[in-house]
């Protein structure tokens, strides 16, 4: 297998890894001739090599535009190193199994804020009322107007507003975590997509200087045609210029 050595580690790769120097995007060329003066348009270097100062040259970016990179910039980064689906790792990392009181929260919330409370309660009332008024003829355990009803009621109430609250607050919880996960995902979309616009630029790059050097080879071959030609004519003949 046919192998170059890298300018910049000095390290020994196979050729189909082999970078040119032309096609590196300036400022991530520039941070190479930061530490490595050496480094210039001539220079080859490995694919491995380029992604990782690529790497930098994000990181970098971040910095600059963001400050202090916080822990889902952090996440980003390391998945764009790894070659990892961001997606996957933030399913794994849900939040921890609840605990009774939550979901005994969650249960009394859901079931507080829904149709199926406010008519089993109005039921509750009306068959309160019937019974003391017509069934008790009203000298019942609870007689007009009803003080026993509303000390249920407001006992009811008072219980069910904090419950309702620290579900509210459980959801907010989910919501800011959401909100973080789509702001990680959509910030590893657009380094993805500027990678591959680089990534596309160096394709382009090396496949017109490939087609540079095959026309200079084929201008090379049509003079040593037009020499042999002449020489065997006898009569001069104008050469190509490439």
């Known amino acids: 297998m046919d192998t170059f050595i890298s300018d910049l580690s000095h390290q020994e790769f196979p050729v189909m890894e082999r970078v040119s120097a032309k096609t590196i995007r300036h400022p991530v060329l520039h941070l190479m001739q930061k530490e490595n003066p050496a480094i210039n348009h001539n220079s080859f270097i490995s694919i491995g090599e380029l ?12 910095t600059r535009e963001v400050g202090k990179l916080d822990e889902p910039e952090k996440t980003v980064l390391n998945s ?4 990892a689906t961001l997606s996957d790792k933030l399913d794994s990392e849900r939040q921890p199994k609840l605990t009774a009181g939550q979901k005994i929260a969650d249960k009394v919330a859901t079931f507080g804020g829904s149709w199926k409370f406010i008519i089993a309660f109005m039921v509750f009332i009306l068959v309160w009322i019937a019974i003391n008024i ?5 000298t019942g355990f609870d007689p007009y107007p009803f003080i026993l009803l509303n000390l249920i ?8 507003a904090p419950v309702i609250m620290m579900s509210q607050n459980r959801q907010e919880e989910k919501d800011r975590e ?3 996960n789509d702001y990680m995902i959509n910030l590893k979309s657009e380094l ?4 591959l616009h680089e990534k596309v630029d160096h394709f382009i790059m090396d496949q ?17 045609i037009v020499s042999i030609v002449t020489n065997n004519a ?3 003949v104008k050469k190509i210029s490439g």
């Open 51 to 62: 992604n990782e100062y690529q790497q930098r040259y994000i990181t970098n970016y971040l």
């Open 178 to 180: 959401r909100a973080k």
């Open 80 to 83: 764009m190193s790894a070659n």
């Open 208 to 224: 017109q200087q490939e087609l540079f050097e095959l026309q200079k080879l084929q201008v090379s071959m049509m003079n040593e």
């Open 192 to 195: 993805e997509i500027r990678s």
């Open 134 to 138: 017509y069934w008790l003829a009203n």
């Open 234 to 236: 006898g009569s001069p």
């Open 153 to 160: 009621l407001s006992c009811v109430a008072s219980i069910q």
